[in-house]
């Protein structure tokens, strides 16, 4: 009986490292992997910013909303909304060796994206007075709206994600 | 020479409603999240979380043909039926009339594959910070973001477990002649005479409470691990 028991046990072992095994390595490579210069600068900007945006979306929708934590992410996103205007410069877009998402049409489409992109900053600027007046539900509303931005920049000028 | 044989019931049907489900579901996961419906995905994590804690409920209180200590089996029997595996004798004669020894690995493999998925969903960030798993205020941006990667990743696992799982059903039908499709969509199954062990089938109270349990757990986790 607890013979059977045991060889059980180790058959569930064995098929759990079966699949845990290729999982692992999966795990080790991360994505990180992002390019110099400019691509990079643009890369980490970005992700400070969803960085902050995850902070934001936290805080205004638990119970107990941290205002000071708020507030900075807020100043993160106003902050990045400002410095996109100078990571798109001519030549860094997508090319051999480089990993990014970045479309074709930043470069093809300029009025286009310079829009977008003030749309986004314009949203930034209401969410951060709005962080500033410590209002949390003012913020969650907000938080939605430029949220949109994102989306309607990303929908034109990012590329979907690839298949790895 | 074949037996006499009989028809009948071995899957109850919240086993063969939760199979079922379970597809579509799986279905739907994929199709909302390739097409960035992430709002729809969730409701379609969330009624899948629901099924998995109801099977697994159901795997120790539920039907005896649902239950793993009746199905799940130790290599030597996974071996001996792995060595008549080739024969294109139908199985019931020397299996139980519920899973065999090897399916029941695939069954636990595709629950584990399931239950690591849509945990790792709970978890996951999308890569703007916006859109994200009911538990992600938990982790950090960087913990979800690796969440999402792996819920991705993931789920190409879980296709060639699938994949193996329609091909052995395929198997059967084709090389045995046994239709485990049907079986799995009216419940019956041909059984010879002499082997009618017939199924014990669990209780709708036992059923009502395991409606209960996966509502609970769904419903804590939608509300981001909040209990009050």
């Given amino acids: 009986m607890s013979n059977r028991f045991r060889s059980k046990t180790a058959l569930l072992l064995i098929s759990g490292l079966a699949v845990a095994a290729p999982l692992s390595m999966l795990v080790a490579q991360d994505d990180h992997a992002h390019g110099e210069g400019i691509y990079k600068v643009r890369h980490d900007g970005y992700h400070k910013l969803g960085d902050a945006f995850k902070t934001l979306r936290d805080e205004t929708g638990g119970r107990s909303p941290n205002v000071a934590a708020i507030k900075e992410a807020a100043q993160v996103v106003s902050d990045t909304s400002v410095h996109q205007y100078d990571w798109f410069p001519a030549g860094s877009g997508p090319k051999a060796g480089v990993k990014t998402r970045a479309k074709a049409e930043i470069w093809s489409k300029p009025e286009d994206f310079a829009a977008a992109q003030k749309l986004f900053a314009d949203q930034a600027k209401k969410l951060h007075a709005a962080a500033n007046s410590g209002d949390v539900a003012a913020v969650k509303a907000q938080f939605g709206e430029t949220g949109k931005a994102c989306k309607n920049c990303h929908d034109n000028f990012r590329a979907p994600e690839d298949k790895k | ?228």
Avoid at chain 2, 9 to 14: G, R
Avoid at chain 2, 77 to 101: C, E, F, M
Avoid at chain 2, 131 to 144: A, D, I, Q, R
């Fill in chain 2, 1 to 228: 020479m074949s037996t006499p044989a009989n028809h009948v019931q071995i899957w109850d049907s919240a086993t063969r409603l939760v199979h079922w489900l379970m597809v579509v579901l799986v279905a739907t996961s994929w199709w909302t999240a390739e097409n960035g419906e992430l709002e729809y995905h969730r409701y379609s994590g969330y009624a899948l979380l629901g099924l998995l804690v109801f099977r697994l409920y159901w795997g120790f209180a539920g039907s005896s043909t649902a239950r793993f200590a009746e199905f799940v089996r130790g290599p030597r029997a996974i071996w001996a039926y792995l060595k008549q595996l080739p024969s294109r004798v139908s199985d019931h004669s020397i299996s139980t009339p519920g899973h065999n020894p090897l399916g029941a690995l695939s069954v636990l493999a595709l629950l584990a594959l399931m239950i690591g998925q849509v945990t790792l969903g709970l978890f996951a960030v999308d890569v703007d910070g916006i859109e994200s798993g009911p538990l992600s205020h938990m982790v950090s941006f960087e913990t979800g973001r690796a969440c999402a990667e792996l819920h991705e990743t993931l789920f190409d696992v879980l296709l060639v477990f699938i994949g193996l799982h329609i091909a052995a059903v395929l198997f059967y039908l084709i090389y045995k002649r046994d239709n485990l499709i049907a079986a799995m969509i009216h419940g019956r199954r041909r059984v010879p005479h002499d082997r009618s062990t017939a199924p014990s089938f669990a209780s709708l109270p036992r059923f009502v409470i395991g409606v209960a349990l996966a509502g609970v757990v769904v419903w804590i986790v939608a509300r981001g691990g909040n209990i009050l």
